[in-house]
């Protein structure tokens, strides 16, 4: 099992753009598909999107299209998150897990980032 | 695409059992057998107990089972137990989106 490894927590103002890094502890990242998920506090679990490196192809909830952007640097082996024109609505833990295309389910997660929007 | 519809809440006693439905639509729950369950207690990182319906991954307890019927899926719990006190979320695939569940959260009296 891989161990995902999240950048920590970040307060950011409204309308301002935020970064979420995921590496793995040992190994590479590059022949997993990588999902990103969040959690508003008290609020249930909301995928946004995935990054499937084999296709180098990311698909995106349609609530999130325009605002969200998931890329990789395969030389550092990290997946990043960026999540653009953040409102209070944003205030969230995110989570980057590996997904498995043929089960489609969530192995591994991260330790989860949490990230403040707040003027 | 809208979440899949959970019960907000459902509650038990140790060594009964409990079923939280999760109903969604024949683009997603009704049109694949990719859907899962997933356990959090408060705090801590969600974790899978169901997969493809009705499998369970290695060292998750086999009092927890998985059925799907059209476009509702179910997650039952036997012989409940307080350690399995926590929140429920089920999850479909949907072509090249993803979806949860509200989740559930099961109170063991």
């Known amino acids: 099992q891989v161990q995902l490894v999240q950048s920590g927590a970040e307060v950011k103002k409204p309308g301002s753009s935020v970064k979420v890094s995921c590496k793995p502890s040992g190994g590479t990242l590059s022949i997993y598909t990588i999902s990103w998920v969040r959690q508003a506090p008290g609020h249930g679990l909301e995928w946004m999107g995935r990054?499937?490196?084999?296709?180098?192809?990311?698909n995106y909830a349609q609530k999130f299209q325009g605002r969200v952007t998931i890329t990789a640097d395969r030389s550092t082996s990290t997946d990043f998150m960026e999540l653009s024109s953040l409102t209070s609505e944003d205030t969230a833990v995110y989570y980057c897990a590996t997904e498995s295309p043929a089960t489609a389910t969530f192995d591994n997660w991260g330790q989860g980032s949490l990230v403040t929007v707040s003027s | 695409q809208s979440a899949l519809t959970q019960p907000a809440s459902v509650s038990g006693s140790p060594g009964q059992s409990i079923t939280i439905s999760c109903t969604g639509t024949?683009?997603?729950?009704?049109?694949?057998?990719?859907v899962s369950w997933y356990q959090q207690h408060p705090g801590k990182v969600p974790k899978l107990l169901i997969y493809e319906v009705n499998k369970r991954p290695s060292g998750v307890s086999s009092h927890f089972s998985g059925s799907k019927s059209g476009n509702t899926a179910s997650l039952t719990i036997s012989g409940l137990q307080t350690e399995d006190e926590a929140d429920y979320y089920c999850c479909s695939y949907a072509g090249s989106n993803t979806l949860f569940g509200g989740g559930t959260k099961l109170t063991v009296l």
């Open positions: 990054l499937i490196p084999t296709l180098e192809l990311a």
């Open positions: 024949s683009s997603d729950v009704g049109s694949y057998n990719l």
